[in-house]
């Protein structure tokens, strides 16, 4: 059996409920805002049984926007972002396992009511993420693309990373949450059915992830957030030894020409506030938390990801790029996760 063959058996036979995976890797600590909670809750119990995913995708400013969910499983994040783009935006939810899909495609309906629309914003399509072209979805025709705890599960990540370029309009971005390893995983624990299926050994190193992110022409990814996933099952444990596996979300912008460093040419934005959920703080990534009528200087790739996306609105932007000062030294290290956990918070899943 091939690898998308042993993942799909896995998605759609062996395992029936979150309550069946073997890591905590859809146990979020992140607190999940108020706002999520209720629209959550109104999220069919059947779809939200079979939630696979490892972090919160949920960028903001959503309303009337167009949105790719590559692997969406039973739909859990497609009706949770139906709610948050409106009833004039659009979710499209890719996954290759019919099981999966089925309980999707089964409360279409029920979400369309629950939800108040005449119609429904919310389509499934069987097909793999790597082949996105099969699925006839034009290029530049994604405002957003989205995706929890899948690419990792993929054979040929490049093809998935390449596909999402290709498919997100400029000034858009793949924001995703996924499995990292601290350093490579071994080939014997690669070819292991259950720790691929469980999102571990089909996890890239983070450095390799970073590399494979700009070759696809995503030149600065940005960190959002992460914490450490910790695994119960002494017989798992025992064969990745020292590996540590981390859940991340991470933000790839596709603009072109953004430089391989933060560079710095004395630019700063002021975040004017009016981005809903976030009135007055801001958070770009990691390292930019952005407080409402103050001053930030940014390096010359945070300022175009900003003023050449959806946020520009919200922004005042001040500088150009005729004097460059050096590299910038406000945008993170390089190793990238922290391995302290933070105190769980709320209930798995
Ligand atoms: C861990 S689950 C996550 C599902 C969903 N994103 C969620 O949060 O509940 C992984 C999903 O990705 C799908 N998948 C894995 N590899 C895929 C591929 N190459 N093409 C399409 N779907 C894939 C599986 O069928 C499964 O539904």
Known sequence: MNTKESVKQYYGKVLQSSGDLQTDACCSNAEVPHHLKRALSNIHPEVAARYYGCGLVRPELLHGMRILDLGSGSGRDCYLL????????????????????AVANRHLDWHRRKFGFARSNVAFRQGYIERLDQLGLEDNSFDIIVSNCVINLSPDKAAVLGEAHRLLKPGGELYFSDV?????VPADLVKDPVLYGECLSGALYWNDFLNLAKRAGFHDPRLVEDRPLSVSNPGILARIGHIAFFSATYRLFKLDGLESHCEDYGQAVIYRGGIEHAERLFRLDKHHLLEQGKMFPVCGNSFRML??????????????TDI???????CGT???????????SSGCC
């Open 82 to 101: 139906s709610q948050l783009v409106g009833e004039q935006g659009f979710v499209l939810g890719v996954d290759m396992t019919e099981e999966q899909l």
């Open 324 to 330: 460059h000062y050096g590299i910038f030294a406000g």
């Open 180 to 184: 990292y390893a601290d350093r490579r």
């Open 307 to 320: 003023q050449e996306t959806r946020f520009a609105p919200h922004f005042e932007f001040f500088g150009n």
């Open 334 to 344: 390089q190793l990238p996760f922290d391995r302290t956990e933070a105190p769980v």
